[in-house]
């Protein structure tokens, strides 16, 4: 069977859907993917927007460790977009965070919370700031993330739709960073 194919057996059957996601080719993400795990949700719950997670380990993440694989959460949303864009959300924006964690987890794993934090005293405006920095941080990642979906690296035939939605999306991140960024210059 196709891809083509088990797509469309997935979306209509939730039983077959691991079964597709074990066995779609991750392309370019390949190296920074440890596992692709189908997790439902009631539907019904707030979190049924999330359409996918790249996640790492707590501890990878805490100790910062290079060239760990992540696994990819994928959710029941997800199914409902079509298979060039399920694709490129899959490899270009999941793979894209996937490959950061796995190349510069010193970069794109920034702690709100150290262990030193323990023994000293933080200002509430040190606080604020660092609180302020990592979700800058997550913003840049996201950006990053949605112009890999937009540069399209491996040409999939994307719908109009899923085109526009990311450039809002992309609109919309940049104007929260840029308003972390004023935020942030009022403590320099
Ligand atoms: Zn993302």
């Given at each position: 069977?196709?891809?083509e194919?088990?797509?469309?057996?997935?979306r209509?059957h939730?039983?077959?859907r691991?079964?597709?996601?074990?066995?779609?080719p991750?392309?370019?993400?390949q190296?920074?993917?440890?596992?692709?795990?189908?997790?439902?949700?009631?539907?019904?719950?707030?979190?049924?927007?999330?359409?996918?997670?790249?996640?790492?380990?707590?501890?990878?993440?805490?100790?910062?460790?290079e060239?760990v694989?992540?696994?990819?959460?994928?959710?029941?949303?997800?199914?409902?977009?079509?298979?060039?864009?399920?694709?490129?959300?899959?490899?270009?924006?999941?793979?894209?965070?996937?490959?950061?964690?796995?190349?510069?987890?010193?970069?794109?794993?920034?702690?709100?919370?150290?262990?030193?934090?323990l023994f000293?005293?933080?200002?509430?405006?040190?606080?604020?700031?660092?609180?302020?920095k990592?979700?800058?941080?997550?913003?840049?990642?996201?950006?990053?993330?949605?112009?890999?979906?937009?540069?399209?690296?491996?040409?999939?035939?994307?719908?109009?739709?899923?085109?526009?939605?990311?450039?809002?999306?992309?609109?919309?991140?940049?104007?929260k960073?840029?308003?972390l960024?004023?935020?942030?210059?009022?403590?320099?």
């Amino acid at each position: 069977m196709n891809l083509e194919k088990t797509y469309e057996r997935a979306r209509i059957h939730p039983a077959h859907r691991q079964e597709f996601l074990d066995t779609v080719p991750l392309l370019s993400a390949q190296k920074y993917v440890r596992h692709v795990a189908y997790i439902p949700y009631d539907v019904r719950k707030p979190l049924a927007i999330l359409l996918m997670a790249t996640l790492v380990h707590p501890l990878t993440a805490y100790l910062k460790i290079e060239h760990v694989p992540s696994k990819i959460n994928v959710h029941p949303v997800a199914f409902e977009y079509e298979l060039p864009d399920f694709l490129s959300i899959l490899i270009h924006h999941e793979g894209t965070h996937a490959r950061e964690f796995y190349e510069q987890p010193r970069n794109v794993l920034r702690p709100t919370y150290r262990l030193k934090d323990l023994f000293s005293t933080l200002s509430y405006d040190e606080w604020n700031k660092r609180v302020l920095k990592t979700e800058q941080q997550n913003m840049d990642a996201e950006i990053r993330a949605t112009q890999a979906e937009l540069q399209n690296l491996h040409g999939f035939q994307l719908t109009d739709k899923y085109r526009a939605k990311r450039l809002r999306y992309l609109d919309h991140f940049r104007e929260k960073r840029d308003c972390l960024e004023k935020k942030l210059v009022a403590y320099r």
